[in-house]
């Protein structure tokens, strides 16, 4: 069964005509007789939120804005609607559908409409997003999730499934997430925090915030810095442009920077430790066990160490301490070396 749904309504010719504003929909349509558990939306110059929150009731909500924020009353809105632009929203089966297009290449982009999405389904939905001026946001989905925008920021809470996002230009807030995510941005920092699984975090002008996380996760970033703490499992992680500040990992760690100190502080290590910084110094705090350590700096911290066989001067230490174990690498291109245990 394909139900249509039309934006192009009949205004009311009366003094309660409203405008517009973020808060009050341009059109609210119930969902609760199509058991939803698909979405796809693209709009242009627009926002989509996507919640599966328990106790809200099914439904799509449009907003309607001008893009220079001029105030625009509902007949205004649906004059523009009608000559220049194609909306349809329609459901077809399980799977709600949402798409605005543009009858013309505009010129006078006083005349664009903001045209964004507020949609609440049950938690099962999976869903395949793209706006070109907005940002997204998910919470409480499980499914797979695929979404992107060009000029907005990405925030995702509660999801768990496959994720897939992409920005050009803002940032990513990521909490609460797993099992399988992946998420990229061209234009600002990430944040993720409490999620689990394979997580695959880049920003090409941003910082990384990473904290509680769990699973085997890549975060990379060629513009920031990099802050973490609570991590378990396994961590690589580079920066081109920012120091690098880890607290309290118990994993197996890879870290890299061109462009400042990196500091890293292991309550427990997983199979390995690896880390370079080719501008500045690095300073390690280990528990106290058995490694197999390649340490080289300008200067290494000189330390009294005891049950250690290898080569030890200023300038490196290779060799077993207590018996060898876990390899640990450092080294500092142009910087030093210190090594503290706990």
């Known amino acids: 069964m394909k139900t249509y749904l039309t934006l192009l309504l009949v205004v009311c010719q009366s003094a309660a005509v409203l405008a517009q504003t973020d808060k009050t929909p341009y059109l609210t349509k119930s969902l609760a007789n199509n058991a939803i558990n698909n979405v796809v939306v693209s709009t242009s110059a627009g926002g989509i939120m996507v919640s599966g929150e328990s106790g809200q009731s099914p439904r799509i909500e449009v907003y309607i804005k001008s893009n ?176 690098i500040d880890l607290r309290n990992m118990n994993c197996s760690l890879d870290a890299g920077t061109s462009g400042g100190d990196l500091r890293a502080e292991m309550k427990g290590t997983g199979k390995y430790v690896k880390l370079r910084a080719s501008s500045g110094s690095i300073d390690l705090v280990l528990p106290t066990k058995g490694f197999n350590l390649d340490i080289a700096a300008q200067q290494v911290s000189q330390l009294k160490l005891t049950n250690f066989s290898g080569e030890w001067n200023r300038n490196h230490i290779r060799g077993a301490l207590n018996g060898g174990g876990i390899p640990v690498e450092a080294h500092a291109s142009s910087g030093n070396v210190n090594i503290r245990f706990n």
């Open 68 to 243: 220079n924020n001029q105030e625009l009353s509902k007949q205004e809105i649906a004059k523009r609607l009608e000559e220049d632009y194609l909306v349809n929203i329609d459901v077809n089966g399980h799977e709600l559908s949402a798409t605005v297009k543009n009858k013309h290449n505009f010129v006078n982009w006083r005349r664009q409409l903001s045209i964004s999405f507020k949609i609440y389904v049950p938690q099962a939905v999976s869903t395949h997003l793209r706006t070109s001026g907005g940002g997204i946001s998910l919470d409480n989905l499980k499914g797979n999730e695929e979404f992107s925008t060009s000029g907005g920021g990405l925030d995702v809470e509660k999801v768990t499934g496959v994720i897939r996002g992409r920005t050009s230009g803002g940032g990513i807030n990521v909490r609460d997430c797993g099992d399988d995510i992946d998420l990229h941005t061209s234009g600002g920092g990430i944040d993720a925090r409490n999620c689990t699984g394979k997580i695959s975090l880049v920003t090409s002008g941003g910082g990384l915030e990473l904290n509680d996380l769990k699973g085997t996760i890549n975060a990379h970033t060629s513009g920031g810095g990099i802050n973490g703490g609570n991590i378990e499992g396994e961590l690589i992680t580079y920066t081109s442009g920012g120091g």
